[in-house]
C-alpha cells in the first residue's frame, strides 16, 4: 500500500535496564499490554479516526494500566503523592496542550488535550489545572486510585537510601536496574496527519513541582506533519536540556532525514551532549517508524504502514 493511503502507529511504555524482564511473565505481560494497547489504536486509525484521536486513545489506555508509570500506575513523589505531567500535538498546525504536576486525574493525556481545544493556553500546571479540569467537568479519582501498595514500598526504599529513582526501580542498584517511566505515542494517519502524546508519573521520591519533559512542547513530544512525530521517555532533565522531540524534527526538516536517520542523529547528540538516559519513538510524514534508546531496554510497539503490530524490548 501507498504510504500515502496507510497508517502508522507507535507506542512505548518507558525506558531501562528493565531486568525484571528476565521472567518471562513479567515480560509477557507488557508485551501483551504493548500488543493490546496497538489493536485499540488500529481501530481508530482503520475507521478513519485522527491521528491525534489514536494517540489519545493509547496513551489513555497505557495510562488505565498500572504495569506504566502513569495515570493510575504513577510513582510517588517525596510525600508520597502522585503528581502527573502530560501533553499532546497535532502535526497539522502545531496546537498543543499539556499539564504539569496534576493530581487526582486519571488520565492526565485528556485533561492535556481539552487544554488543547478548550483553552487559549498550552501549558497549566498544578491547581490552576485542577480549576481547569472541574471547569470542563473531569471527573476526579480518590487517592485510593493511585496508591498501590508497590509504589508506597517503592517510595520507602527510595527514602531509605536517599535517592530520587526514576521509575520502578525495584533493586538496592541505582546505576543500572532502572526504567524510566512514562508511556507515549505517535501516530500518522490515513490522511497523512501527525500527532504525538506522552505522559508520566514522573520519578520516584520527586521534590513537590518538580516538572519533567513529558509535558514540555520539543523535550518530550512534538509532532508537524512537515517533519515527523516524537514521544521521549527517560530522565527528563536530560531531555529537557536537549530539547530532544524539537532537535530530531529539525533533523528530519533541515537535513531530509527520514524516521530511522533522525532518530540516530537524535540518540547521537543526546549522549553526546548530556549522557542522556532513555529513549524515543518517531514516525516520519511517510509513516516509517524508528526507535532508538541509551538504555538496555525500552518497552515499545508499532505497527507500521497497515502492517502487523511489533512488540519489542
Ligand atoms: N521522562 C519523565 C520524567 O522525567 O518525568
Given at each position: 500500500?501507498?504510504?500515502?493511503a496507510?497508517?502508522s502507529?507507535q ?9 525484571n524482564v528476565q ?6 505481560r507488557?508485551l501483551?499490554s504493548?500488543?493490546?494497547v496497538l489493536?485499540h489504536?488500529?481501530?481508530v486509525?482503520e475507521l478513519?479516526?485522527s491521528?491525534l484521536?489514536?494517540?489519545e ?8 494500566d ?10 510517588l513523589?517525596e510525600y508520597g503523592?502522585?503528581?502527573?505531567d ?5 502535526g ?5 496542550g499539556a499539564?504539569a ?7 492526565p ?17 498544578a491547581e490552576?489545572?485542577m480549576?481547569f ?6 471527573v476526579?479519582?480518590?487517592?485510593s486510585y ?8 517503592q517510595l520507602?526504599?527510595?527514602r531509605?537510601?536517599?535517592k530520587?529513582m526514576?521509575?520502578h526501580?525495584d533493586?538496592e542498584?541505582?546505576?543500572?536496574d532502572?526504567?524510566?517511566g512514562?508511556?507515549?505515542a505517535?501516530?500518522?494517519?490515513l490522511s ?8 508520566t508519573g514522573g ?15 520539543g523535550a518530550g ?5 512537515e517533519t515527523?512525530?516524537v514521544?521521549s ?6 531531555f529537557?536540556?536537549?530539547v530532544?522531540?524539537?532537535?530530531i ?19 547521537e ?6 549522557k ?9 510524514r511517510?509513516?516509517?517508524?524508528a526507535s ?6 525500552m518497552v515499545?510497539?508499532?505497527i507500521?504502514h ?8
Amino acid at each position: 500500500m501507498a504510504p500515502s493511503a496507510s497508517y502508522s502507529l507507535q507506542i512505548h511504555g518507558g525506558a531501562g535496564a528493565l531486568d525484571n524482564v528476565q521472567d518471562s511473565k513479567t515480560a509477557v505481560r507488557y508485551l501483551d499490554s504493548v500488543r493490546r494497547v496497538l489493536e485499540h489504536g488500529r481501530e481508530v486509525l482503520e475507521l478513519g479516526g485522527s491521528a491525534l484521536q489514536a494517540v489519545e486513545t493509547c496513551a489513555s489506555l497505557l495510562e488505565d494500566d498500572p504495569v506504566f508509570n502513569a495515570g493510575c500506575g504513577s510513582v510517588l513523589n517525596e510525600y508520597g503523592k502522585v503528581e502527573m505531567d502530560a501533553a499532546i500535538m497535532d502535526g497539522r498546525d502545531l496546537s498543543a496542550g499539556a499539564v504539569a504536576a496534576v493530581q487526582n486525574i486519571p488520565n492526565p493525556v485528556q485533561l492535556a488535550r481539552l487544554v488543547m481545544s478548550e483553552s487559549e493556553h498550552v501549558l497549566l500546571i498544578a491547581e490552576g489545572a485542577m480549576r481547569f479540569a472541574d471547569h470542563c467537568g473531569v471527573v476526579r479519582a480518590p487517592d485510593s486510585y493511585f496508591s498501590t501498595a508497590d509504589r508506597v514500598a517503592q517510595l520507602e526504599r527510595a527514602r531509605l537510601q536517599h535517592k530520587m529513582m526514576l521509575d520502578h526501580d525495584d533493586t538496592e542498584d541505582d546505576s543500572e536496574d532502572q526504567k524510566y517511566g512514562t508511556i507515549g505515542a505517535v501516530a500518522r494517519d490515513l490522511s497523512g496527519n501527525l500527532a504525538a502524546a506522552t505522559s508520566t508519573g514522573g520519578i520516584v521520591n520527586k521534590r513537590m513541582g518538580r516538572v519533567g519533559d513529558s509535558p514540555i512542547i520539543g523535550a518530550g513530544v512534538y509532532a508537524d506533519n512537515e517533519t515527523c512525530a516524537v514521544s521521549s521517555t527517560g530522565y527528563g532533565e536530560e531531555f529537557m536540556r536537549s530539547v530532544i522531540a524539537k532537535t530530531i524534527a529539525d533533523f528530519a526538516y533541515m537535513q531530509g532525514m527520514d524516521a530511522e536517520q533522525a532518530t540516530a542523529a537524535g540518540i547521537e547528540y543526546l549522549t553526546r551532549k548530556v549522557k542522556g538516559r532513555g529513549g524515543v519513538i518517531v514516525i516520519d510524514r511517510d509513516g516509517r517508524c524508528a526507535s532508538g534508546f541509551t538504555t538496555k531496554k525500552m518497552v515499545h510497539g508499532w505497527i507500521e504502514h497497515c502492517g502487523e503490530a511489533v512488540a519489542r524490548f
